[in-house]
T-cell receptor, first 114, second 112 residues
Framework: DAGITQSPRHKVTETGTPVTLRCHQT?????MYWYRQDPGHGLRLIHY???????DKGEVSDGYSVSRSKTEDFLLTLESATSSQTSVYFC?????????????FGPGTRLTVL | TQLLEQSPQFLSIQEGENLTVYCNSS?????LQWYRQEPGEGPVLLVT?????EVKKLKRLTFQFGDARKDSSLHITAAQPGDTGLYLC????????????FGSGTQLTVLP
């Protein structure tokens, strides 16, 4: 257990509404990530952060924004949700160790956009 | 964009059978990780392989990294129902695994 929580765990919303997902970690790790998981696509990186207020885009960043004002919290915002953003969203942290880092994942948020 | 192709996408076998899952790419990775994911949970790391040709064993699971560091395999001996889950490979570039490219996953079902 890497001390990662995600909220909410489930959300149903309507097209065009804003949605914010929260990822919280308890161990002050520098790197945090947001992924989405869809059938047949594995996990795809949306955005990541390498420190407070330091973020960068991933493979599928269009339609998403992120913010990190505190080390422990990484927020993912869908400014205007679309049905194509229906997915399961995972937050992860990267923990340094030995010759390589390891990513630990939160429990996920299932988002449905109607 | 670096792609990792996993095969097969779905696999259903009887308890006690052996199986192999493959992860292939045209790109070279500095390391490759295998994860297992159960329904409603996030992926959990099983192993990291770093050196070309490396073989790691985790009880009944054997992981191999290709000599050219472009492919990997996961072999399970005498599969058990508890092995059921989604197996994901993920390749890292650079000196750390801070950015990963994931394969599409193999959904394994082991029937009792």
């Amino acid at each position: 257990d890497a001390g990662i929580t995600q909220s909410p765990r489930h959300k149903v919303t309507e097209t065009g509404t804003p949605v914010t997902l929260r990822c919280h970690q308890t161990e002050n790790h520098r790197y945090m990530y947001w992924y989405r998981q869809d059938p047949g696509h594995g996990l795809r990186l949306i955005h990541y952060s390498y420190g407070v207020k330091d973020t960068d885009k991933g493979e599928v960043s269009d339609g998403y924004s992120v913010s990190r004002s505190k080390t422990e919290d990484f927020l993912l915002t869908l400014e205007s949700a679309t049905s194509s953003q229906t997915s399961v969203y995972f937050c992860a942290i990267s923990v340094s160790g030995g010759y390589t880092d390891t990513q630990y994942f939160g429990p996920g948020t299932r988002l449905t956009v109607l | 964009t670096q792609l990792l192709e996993q095969s097969p996408q779905f696999l259903s076998i009887q308890e006690g059978e052996n199986l192999t899952v493959y992860c292939n790419s045209s790109s070279v990775f500095s390391s490759l990780q295998w994860y297992r994911q159960e329904p409603g949970e996030g992926p959990v790391l099983l192993v990291t392989v770093v050196t070309g040709g490396e073989v790691k064993k985790l009880k009944r699971l054997t992981f191999q990294f290709g000599d050219a560091r472009k492919d990997s395999s996961l072999h399970i001996t005498a599969a058990q129902p508890g092995d059921t889950g989604l197996y994901l490979c993920a390749g890292a570039t650079g000196g750390s695994a801070r950015q990963l490219t994931f394969g599409s996953g193999t959904q394994l079902t082991v029937l009792p």
